[in-house]
Nanobody
Framework: EVQLVESGGASVQPGGSLKLSCQLS????????MGWFRQAPGQEREAVAT???????GYVDSVKGRFTISQDNAKTIVYLQMNNLKPEDTAMYYC?????????????????????WGQGTQVTITS
């Protein structure tokens, strides 16, 4: 059974930093995409960042230069380092996994369709 468990969400002040983690289990594919999404109350879910098994990454424009997606060497944890946080970053953050996937080219639109999802971790930016 594939499971994704997010952690690291918290309430921080604008300009602060957080590092989210997504622990994977039961996911043993050599080719895959992992994504971080967020959804604020009353808004649609938004793809924030993507990484594939080769380490290629992609970001939505609003977080470029502030957020970094990465994975550990064992490829069982996917991170989202978030710096210079803004109130508009407030949302529930979800990680997702899709097997047999890769980022087609730099700058390609972020994948929206994933098979496996975590339960989310809340990020609140407030002064």
């Amino acid at each position: 059974e594939v499971q994704l468990v997010e952690s690291g969400g918290a309430s921080v002040q604008p300009g602060g930093s957080l590092k989210l983690s997504c622990q994977l289990s039961g996911f043993t594919y050599n080719s895959y995409c992992m994504g971080w999404f967020r959804q604020a109350p009353g808004q649609e879910r938004e793809a924030v960042a993507t990484i594939d098994a080769a380490g290629s990454t992609g970001y939505v424009d609003s977080v470029k230069g502030r957020f970094t997606i990465s994975q550990d060497n064992a490829k069982t944890i996917v991170y989202l380092q978030m710096n210079n946080l803004k109130p508009e970053d407030t949302a529930m953050y979800y990680c997702a996994a899709e097997p047999w996937c890769h980022i087609l080219r730099p700058g390609a639109p972020l994948r929206e369709d994933y098979k496996y999802w975590g339960q989310g971790t809340q990020v609140t930016i407030t002064s």
